[in-house]
């Protein structure tokens, strides 16, 4: 039973590293380290429909109630 137990244990761990980025060696010490370029920054959110000015009372379609 233990033997089973360490033998997934050592499955998972080594599965654990599949698909991990990066070098698979120690680089050299004088060697220029090399980065990837930052995220882009994130969109801003959308832009919100601006809010309604107040109608002139004298006008006929200010009475209108909103289009469906």
């Given at each position: 039973?233990?033997?089973?137990?360490?033998?997934?244990?050592?499955?998972?761990?080594?599965?654990?590293?599949?698909?991990?980025?990066?070098?698979l060696?120690?680089?050299?010490?004088?060697?220029?380290?090399?980065t990837s370029a930052p995220a882009a920054t994130p969109a801003p959110p959308p832009a919100t429909a601006p809010a309604k000015k107040p109608t002139d009372p004298d006008d006929p379609d200010a009475n209108q109630?909103?289009?469906?």
């Open positions: 039973m233990k033997i089973l137990v360490f033998i997934g244990c050592s499955v998972a761990l080594l599965l654990g590293g599949c698909g991990q980025k990066g070098a060696y120690l680089p050299d010490k004088k060697g220029a380290v090399v109630p909103p289009a469906k």
